[in-house]
């Protein structure tokens, strides 16, 4: 298996430049409990169905540690889209501060 592209969180400028596009792999409660505010938010398992929906901009990849993400990547660059892996995933943003926002009302949190 080829190795999918990845990029380091402390290599993702912030904020985000216009242009780079974020997705988000994990399931609903992950996402509700914390995410990157104006991430895209489409489960691994429903990607085959919703990739119409994937903007053809850069996009970078994200889950909890960057397993799912990374099959996602593999897919998508399959599928020709210009995809990158984060490596580490939402447990890495927020080990190094990077800011989040919650669906629950309480603090973000990665679960």
Same mark, same amino acid.
């Given at each position: 298996?080829? =190795? %999918?592209? #990845?990029? !380091? %969180?402390?290599? *993702? ?8 596009? $974020?997705?988000? %792999?994990?399931? #609903? ?6 995410? /990157? ?8 398992? +429903?990607?085959? !169905?919703?990739? !119409?929906? /994937?903007?053809?901009? +850069?996009?970078?990849? /994200?889950? =909890? /540690?960057?397993?799912? #993400?990374? =099959?996602? *990547?593999?897919?998508? +660059?399959?599928?020709?889209?210009? *995809?990158a892996n984060v490596e580490g995933g ?5 080990a190094v501060g990077r800011p989040m $926002? #919650?669906?629950?009302g309480a603090a973000p949190q990665v *679960?």
């Amino acid at each position: 298996m080829e =190795k %999918v592209p #990845s990029v !380091a %969180v402390a290599g *993702v400028p912030f904020p985000l430049p216009e242009g780079i596009h $974020v997705l988000d %792999v994990r399931e #609903s409660v992950e996402w509700q409990h914390g995410h /990157i505010e104006g991430a895209q938010h489409i489960p691994l398992m +429903q990607i085959p !169905a919703r990739v !119409a929906e /994937i903007p053809e901009s +850069q996009t970078l990849v /994200i889950c =909890k /540690i960057g397993g799912r #993400s990374a =099959k996602a *990547v593999a897919y998508l +660059q399959a599928q020709g889209r210009n *995809v990158a892996n984060v490596e580490g995933g939402m447990l890495e943003w927020a080990a190094v501060g990077r800011p989040m $926002v #919650s669906e629950t009302g309480a603090a973000p949190q990665v *679960v």
